[in-house]
C-alpha cells in the first residue's frame, strides 16, 4: 500500500458539478442494489405471506389474497396443532445451544488465538473433521445412546448435539476473530493501568462482539432450523421444536398438505427471529464504535 | 500437550460406549401380561377418530389409560419413525397404528407380538384387508380401515354427451377426445417417483390380470400384464392423454387439478369425495363429479389395497391392555363411529350396507365392488428395497428413458436380486 | 499508522508477547483446560457415532440374521460393484451443485455485503430483510420452492415458461440450485460483512485521497482484508453443500438422477435399514469432503503467502 506523504494538493480536481453527478450517480447504482436484495430476499417471504392469508393456497394462485383471512393462523394454534409449544420448545433448545455453543467456543477460541502450545493445527484440524460426516449415519447410534438413558422426547439430546454441529463453526469464526485483534491492545490497556480483568472486559471484549454476535446469529439460527436430530429424538410437544412440529401438520385426512397452515406457521417462526437479528445488529455496530481502533 | 487432549478424546468416546452398553437393558417381566397405560402411535389426523376412541376406552377403563402419540402424516416418515425406536427395542410405544405394507417387514425383524385369531372378528371383515395383517400364516396386525383407488370423473361432461362411465382403459382412450373439447386434460393419477407411483403401477399391473410376486415375496410374477399395463401409462405421456405435469403429481396435486376443473379422470383415493363436495369458490367440481370402480383392460379393473392396521409392540411392556385396546378400537361400533367421521373405508363388511353410512357417503357401495376385488401390494419383508425399485423403473419407463418392456425386465432382475439376497 | 505516540516496544509479532518457558507451560495448560468443553462433547456427539459407522461399513448386511466382516467389500460395491451406478451419479450431481451454488452465493452474498456495509438510512431494514431467507426454516422453505416449481406455480407464472421443473434432470438441477442460493447467501453475506465491518474507514480515506478507483480500492484494501472472512464462509457452505439433503429429498426425492451423496446415504440406511451399506456411503462422503477441504485450504494459503509478501510490514 503505497501511502504517500507528500504535501501536494488532493489529486481529486474533480469540478463540484460533475462531483454531485458522480454523487447522485453512485447513490442511484446503490439504490438499485439495495431494491435487487431486498426484492431476492422478501419475493418468497412475500409469497409464503400471501399463500398463509389465502383459505384455499392450492387451488387459489392469485399474487394477492382477495379475501384475505386468518384462518391458517388461526389452525396453526388450534387444538390439533398446538403451535405455542412447539414455538416454546425451540426458543429454549435454540437459546441454549446459542448460549452453551458460545460458552465453550469462547474459550476453545481464545486458547487456539491467543496461547501458544504445541499441537494448534492439529486441535483446529480435528475441529473441522467432526464437521464433516454427513449426520444421517449419526442418527441410529445417538438414537441408541439416548434412548438407553432415557432421555428421548426432552431437550438434552437436541441441545448437547447442536452444539456438537454449531461448535465447529463458531470456533473457527472466533477464532479468526480473536487473533486478528492487535496484540498492542492488551499491552496498551495494562500500560495505562488496567488489570487483566479490566483489559478484557473492556478492550477485548468490545472489539470481539461483532464476531461473537455473528456467531451468537448463526448458531441460533442453525439450532433453529435443525430438523432431523429434533424428529428423531422428539416424540410429543413435550420437547418437539417448531420443524418437527411442522412437518406434522396435516389436513383432514392422510393426503391433504394443509400448505397454508404451513406457510402461516413458517411467516409466524420468521418474523420473531427478524426481529432478534435486528436487535443483534446494532450491538455489532454499537461493539465497532465502543472499543475502536482509536489509533 | 496434544496427547492429553487425544487421552481425553479417547476417555470421552469410552465413556460414551460405556453408557450405551449399560443402559440396554429393559428388565425383564411384565410382557404379555402386563396391563396399564399404554401409547398408541399412529400418524397424525384430525378428523378426531382417534380421541373419539380413545377417549370411550378411558373412560371404561381409568387405570389403564391410552395417550395417543401422533406421527408425522407422510407414510415414509411415520416408518423412519417406527424402525428407529423399534431398532432400539424401546418400550415407548405400545400399540401402533401401521401402513399395510410393513407388516412382513416388521413381524419378520421380530419387533410385533404374534396375534391371537380366535380373540378377532376376522370373519366379518374384508378378506383382502384381513390378509394385510398376515404373514408368514401368522397374524400380527387388525385392520382398523382399508382404503382402495376410485375413478372420479366429471359427470357433467359425460351426461351431457350423453357416456357412461368407462370400464375399461380402451373406454376411456374413446372418451379423451371429449376432454379436449371441453377444455381439459384426460386422464391423471400419481406419478411422482413415490409409494404412490408403486401403487398406480401395480394397479396397471392389476388391470392386466398380472401380479408383481406372488409366494411371501419369494417369487417375481411380472409378465406380459406388467408390460401391458406399463404401456398404457408410457403412452398416456407420450401421446398425450396423462398430461406431462403428472410426472409430478401426488396425490394433492392431482387432486387440484381435478377439484380446479382441468382434468376429466383421476385416480385416487376416497378422501377426494368429501373435499370435491365441499362448496369453496376454487372447487369448480361441486356437484359435478361422479364415481366408478377403477378401469381395467379387459373389464372392471383392480385397485391396490391400502389402509391402517394395528399392531402391538415386542418390546411393549403392557401387551396384554394393548391387545384388549385394539380389540376395542377395531370392533363394529367404534369402525362405524370412524367411518361417520372420515369417509374411510371400513372393514367391516356389514358397515357398506348400513343405511346410516350410506346416505352420508353414497361412494361407500361402489368403494366395496373395488375393495372386494383388490389386491395387496408384494408381501415381503424387503418392501422397502421392492418399492424403489418398481418407482425407479416405472418411472423410467413414464419419462421414456426406458421402453416399457426393458423396464419390466430391469425390474423383475432387481426384484428376483432382492428376493434372493435381501 | 503516520503518526505514534511514543511508546515501549511495539514489535507486531505473530503470536504475541515473548514468553518465558514457564510462561509457556501455564499457557498450555490454561489452553488445555479451555479446550476440555469442545473435546468431550465433540467426542461424545460425534467422535463415537463416526468411529461406529467406519466399523460397520467393514460389515456386511444382514437384516434378519447376524452380520459378518467383509472388510472393503462395501466400498468396492459401490464404487465399482452394484451399487456403483448410484454412487457415481451422486457424486456428480453433488459436485456440480456445490460448484454451481458456491459460485452463485460469493457473488451475490458478497455484493449483498458491500451494499449492507455502506452507511444509508434503512440500513438496519435491508439487513433484516437479507436474513429472512436464512430465518426461514428448511422445512418450510423447501415446501414453498417446491409449490414454487410445480408446474402450474409462481416460476412458471413469472417467466411464461411451461417447464414440469421437478420432472426431468436439468431443470431439476436448477430449481435445487435456485432455492439452495436463495437460503444461503444470506450466510455468506453476513461473515463476509463482518470482515468489511472490521476494516477501518480511515483506510478508505487515505486511499481516496491519494487517487485510487474504487476497483483499485476494491482489489488493494477490501479484498485483502476481507479474506479470511470470506475463507471461513467458503469452507463451512461448501462442507454443507456437499452434504445436502433437505432440498432434493423435498422437492424429487432424487429423480430423474438428482440424487445427492446425502440422500442415498440416508435411503440406504434408514429407509432400507442397512446400517453397514449406508455407513459406507457416509465414510465416502467423508472422505471426499476431506480432500476437498484440504485441496481449499492449500490454494487459500498460497494466495496468502503471496498477497503477505506482497504488503511488506504492516
Known amino acids: 500500500m503505497a501511502v504517500t506523504t507528500a504535501p501536494a494538493p488532493p489529486a481529486v480536481r474533480a469540478r463540484p458539478a460533475s462531483r454531485v453527478a458522480g454523487f447522485v450517480r453512485e447513490r442511484g447504482w446503490l439504490l438499485l442494489g439495495v431494491a435487487l436484495i431486498v426484492v431476492f430476499c422478501l419475493a418468497p417471504f412475500y409469497w409464503m405471506i400471501v399463500s398463509s392469508l389465502k383459505a384455499n393456497p392450492l387451488l387459489d394462485q392469485g399474487l394477492y389474497p382477495k379475501n384475505p383471512t386468518l384462518l391458517n393462523f388461526r389452525e396453526v394454534f388450534s387444538g390439533e396443532n398446538k403451535f405455542q409449544y412447539a414455538l416454546r420448545n425451540s426458543v429454549i433448545v435454540a437459546g441454549t445451544t446459542t448460549l452453551l455453543a458460545l460458552f465453550i467456543g469462547v474459550f476453545a477460541s481464545y486458547a487456539l488465538a491467543r496461547l501458544q502450545f504445541r499441537g494448534k493445527k492439529l486441535v483446529l484440524g480435528a475441529v473441522l473433521a467432526t464437521a464433516v460426516f454427513p449426520l444421517i449415519t449419526l442418527l441410529t447410534p445417538l438414537f441408541q445412546l439416548f434412548s438407553d438413558l432415557h432421555l428421548i422426547d426432552t431437550y438434552p439430546p437436541m441441545i448437547v448435539t447442536d452444539i456438537s454441529f454449531t461448535l465447529p463453526l463458531s470456533i473457527y469464526v472466533l477464532t479468526s476473530f480473536f487473533s486478528e485483534m492487535p496484540w498492542e491492545l492488551e499491552m496498551a490497556a495494562k500500560v495505562d493501568g488496567a488489570t487483566p480483568g479490566q483489559a478484557f472486559r473492556k478492550v477485548i471484549v468490545p472489539l470481539a462482539a461483532p464476531g461473537v454476535f455473528t456467531t451468537a446469529i448463526i448458531v441460533f439460527i442453525a439450532a433453529w432450523n435443525e430438523f432431523l436430530i429434533a424428529y428423531t429424538m422428539t416424540q410429543t410437544l413435550k420437547s418437539q421444536p417448531v420443524t418437527v412440529a411442522i412437518a406434522k401438520f396435516t389436513g383432514v385426512s392422510r393426503f391433504e398438505q394443509p400448505f397454508g397452515t404451513i406457510m402461516a406457521a413458517g411467516v409466524l417462526v420468521t418474523i420473531p427471529l427478524v426481529i432478534m437479528v435486528l436487535l443483534f445488529q446494532r450491538r455489532i455496530v454499537a461493539g465497532l464504535t465502543a472499543g475502536g481502533v482509536k489509533g | 500437550m496434544p496427547r492429553r487432549l487425544v487421552k481425553f478424546v479417547l476417555i470421552g468416546a469410552v465413556i460414551a460406549l460405556v453408557l450405551t452398553a449399560c443402559g440396554g437393558g429393559n428388565g425383564g417381566g411384565g410382557g404379555a401380561e402386563g396391563t396399564g397405560p399404554i401409547t398408541f402411535v399412529a400418524g397424525k389426523d384430525t378428523s378426531g377418530k382417534y380421541p373419539a376412541v380413545i377417549n370411550k376406552w378411558n373412560a371404561a377403563h381409568p387405570d389403564q389409560k391410552v395417550s395417543l402419540l401422533e406421527l408425522p402424516t407422510a407414510a415414509d416418515a411415520q416408518r423412519s419413525q417406527f424402525v428407529t425406536n423399534l431398532q432400539a427395542k424401546s418400550d415407548r410405544y405400545d400399540v401402533l397404528g401401521i401402513d399395510v405394507v410393513w407388516t412382513a417387514e416388521f413381524a419378520k425383524s421380530k419387533w410385533l407380538l404374534a396375534l391371537d385369531q380366535g380373540q378377532f372378528p376376522l370373519a366379518q371383515m374384508l378378506q383382502p384387508a384381513v390378509e394385510t395383517g398376515k404373514f408368514d400364516g401368522k397374524q400380527w396386525a387388525i385392520p382398523y380401515d382399508t382404503n382402495g383407488g376410485l375413478l372420479f370423473y366429471r359427470k357433467d361432461v359425460l351426461d351431457k354427451a350423453g357416456k357412461q362411465p368407462p370400464k375399461t382403459f380402451d373406454e376411456l382412450k374413446a372418451l379423451c377426445p371429449l376432454a379436449k373439447q371441453n377444455g381439459m386434460d384426460c386422464y391423471a393419477a400419481q406419478f411422482k417417483k413415490y409409494e404412490g407411483l408403486t401403487v398406480n403401477f401395480a394397479e396397471a399391473v392389476q388391470a392386466a390380470g398380472g401380479e408383481i410376486m406372488t409366494d411371501n415375496g419369494t417369487k417375481v410374477a411380472l409378465g406380459a400384464p406388467a408390460v401391458q399395463g406399463l404401456t398404457f401409462l408410457a403412452d398416456g405421456f407420450k401421446q398425450g392423454y396423462i398430461p406431462k405435469p403428472a410426472i409430478t403429481y401426488q396425490e394433492e396435486e392431482s387432486r387440484t387439478a381435478f377439484m380446479s376443473g382441468k382434468l376429466m379422470f383421476l385416480r385416487n383415493w376416497p378422501y377426494v369425495y368429501t373435499l370435491a363436495s365441499q362448496a369453496d369458490p376454487a372447487n369448480k367440481v361441486r356437484g359435478k363429479f361422479g364415481v366408478a370402480p377403477l378401469p381395467g383392460f379387459t373389464g372392471t379393473g383392480s385397485s391396490s389395497l391400502g389402509g391402517l392396521n394395528l399392531a402391538v409392540s415386542a418390546f411393549s411392556k403392557k401387551q396384554k391392555t394393548a391387545v384388549e385396546f385394539i380389540k376395542f378400537a377395531t370392533n363394529q361400533a367404534n369402525a362405524k363411529e370412524m367411518v361417520g367421521l372420515t369417509g374411510n373405508a371400513p372393514a367391516w363388511t356389514a358397515l357398506y350396507s348400513d343405511p346410516d353410512l350410506v346416505k352420508k357417503f353414497p361412494h361407500l357401495p361402489v368403494l366395496l365392488q373395488g375393495l372386494q376385488a383388490a389386491k395387496p401390494r408384494p408381501i415381503t419383508p424387503y418392501y422397502q428395497e421392492v418399492t424403489s425399485a418398481i418407482e425407479d423403473n416405472a418411472y423410467a419407463a413414464l419419462q421414456g428413458q426406458k421402453s416399457p418392456d426393458q423396464a419390466v425386465n430391469d425390474l423383475s432382475a432387481k426384484l428376483n436380486e432382492i428376493a434372493q439376497n435381501g | ?314
Open chain 3, 1 to 314: 499508522m503516520a503518526t505514534e505516540t511514543v511508546r515501549p516496544v511495539r514489535v507486531r509479532r505473530r503470536g504475541g508477547p515473548a514468553r518465558t518457558s514457564e510462561g509457556r507451560r501455564a499457557e498450555a495448560r490454561l489452553a488445555f483446560w479451555l479446550l476440555i468443553p469442545t473435546g468431550v462433547i465433540l467426542a461424545v456427539i460425534i467422535a463415537y457415532p463416526v468411529v461406529r459407522a467406519i466399523w460397520l461399513s467393514l460389515l456386511s448386511d444382514n437384516r434378519f440374521g447376524t452380520p459378518e466382516f467383509v472388510g472393503f467389500k462395501n466400498y468396492i460395491r459401490a464404487l465399482t460393484g452394484t451399487g456403483s451406478d448410484t454412487f457415481w451419479q451422486a457424486f456428480w450431481f453433488t459436485t456440480l451443485l456445490t460448484i454451481v451454488t458456491m459460485t452463485f452465493e460469493l457473488v451475490i452474498g458478497f455484493s449483498m455485503a458491500l451494499i449492507m456495509n455502506r452507511a444509508f438510512r434503512g440500513r438496519g431494514l435491508v439487513r433484516a430483510s437479507v436474513l429472512v431467507p436464512w430465518a426461514i426454516p428448511t422445512a418450510v422453505a423447501a415446501q414453498l420452492w417446491l409449490w414454487n416449481f410445480n408446474p402450474t406455480g409462481v416460476i412458471n407464472a413469472v417467466f411464461h415458461t411451461k417447464i414440469i421443473w421437478t420432472g426431468s434432470h436439468w431443470p431439476s438441477f436448477w430449481a435445487i440450485a435456485l432455492a439452495d442460493v436463495w437460503k444461503t447467501a444470506p450466510f455468506i453475506a453476513l461473515l463476509v460483512l463482518a470482515g468489511l465491518q472490521i476494516i477501518p474507514g480511515e483506510l478508505y480515506e487515505a486511499a481516496k485521497v491519494d487517487g485510487a478507483t474504487a476497483m483499485q480500492r476494491f482489489r488493494r484494501i477490501t479484498l485483502p482484508l476481507v479474506k479470511g472472512a470470506v475463507i471461513v464462509a467458503v469452507l463451512f457452505r461448501m462442507l454443507d453443500v456437499l452434504r445436502i439433503f433437505d432440498l432434493p429429498f423435498i422437492m424429487t426425492n432424487g429423480a430423474n438422477q438428482t440424487e445427492t451423496l446425502s440422500t442415498i446415504a440416508y435411503k440406504e440406511s434408514i429407509q432400507n435399514v442397512h446400517p453397514s451399506y449406508g455407513s459406507t456411503l457416509s465414510t465416502l462422503t467423508f472422505f471426499y469432503i476431506v480432500v476437498t477441504v484440504f485441496l481449499v485450504n492449500w490454494v487459500a494459503k498460497a494466495d496468502v503467502v503471496k498477497s503477505s509478501a506482497g504488503r511488506g510490514v504492516s
